[in-house]
């Protein structure tokens, strides 16, 4: 297994590089999945890394707090894939509270850590972020904006999961005469 050094390197590098290609600007949301488990070698959801996930927050968070980047941490299934936000972040969206609190096994190693560092956080059930990143698998599909653009980051994996980011777009309405600006 990598070092926590390793994995925080390599977290910082693919995030980088998809606020790079999104075009992330200052307020921004971006929806985060991770799998300890699969960071680990494990499978997801059976090997539960409560460090590595902390690892992982720490990176995540202050990358996000330095370019004012808004963070939705992903659930695991067993919270219905709720998600993480600062209380500010879902009030600004209008994305309304539900009452559940992250744990390792239940909600998962990442979303705790999040949870954990954050000033104020609060759980919702939906967002429509402009960008994602999945570690090791994580579906968060569901939490982008309706138009997700797969993107291929030269990273490929943090450890042993595999890294799956998207930016959105505007939807492209009309027919064939419409003009679409870049």
């Known amino acids: 297994m990598e070092t926590l050094t390793q994995?925080?390197?390599?977290t910082a590098s693919v995030l980088e590089e998809l606020l790079t290609a999104a075009g992330m600007k200052p307020?921004?949301?971006?929806?985060?999945g991770c799998s300890s488990s699969e960071i680990c070698g494990g499978k997801i959801g059976h090997a539960s890394s409560p460090e590595t996930g902390k690892a992982v927050a720490e990176t995540i968070l202050q990358i996000c707090r330095e370019k004012g980047i808004l963070l939705a941490a992903q659930c695991c299934e067993h919270l219905n894939r709720a998600l993480?936000?600062?209380?500010?972040?879902?009030?600004?969206?209008?994305?309304?509270?539900?009452?559940?609190?992250?744990?390792p096994k239940a909600g998962g190693s990442f979303?705790?850590?999040?949870?954990?560092?954050?000033?104020?956080?609060?759980?919702?059930?939906?967002?429509?972020?402009?960008?994602?990143?999945?570690?090791?698998?994580?579906?968060?599909?569901?939490?982008l904006k309706e138009v997700a653009v797969p993107l291929r980051l030269e990273t490929k994996t943090i450890g042993e999961a595999s890294v799956a980011a998207a930016k959105t777009r505007p939807?492209?309405?009309?027919?064939?005469r419409a003009v679409y600006p870049k």
């Open 84 to 103: 993480i936000l600062e209380r500010q972040t879902a009030e600004k969206f209008g994305y309304e509270p539900v009452c559940v609190r992250p744990m």
């Open 27 to 32: 307020g921004d949301l971006l929806v985060v």
């Open 111 to 143: 979303a705790t850590a999040v949870y954990d560092m954050m000033d104020d956080p609060v759980a919702v059930e939906h967002i429509r972020a402009k960008a994602g990143l999945d570690i090791g698998g994580t579906l968060i599909g569901m939490h």
């Open 7 to 10: 994995i925080q390197t390599e």
């Open 171 to 176: 939807k492209l309405i009309g027919g064939e």
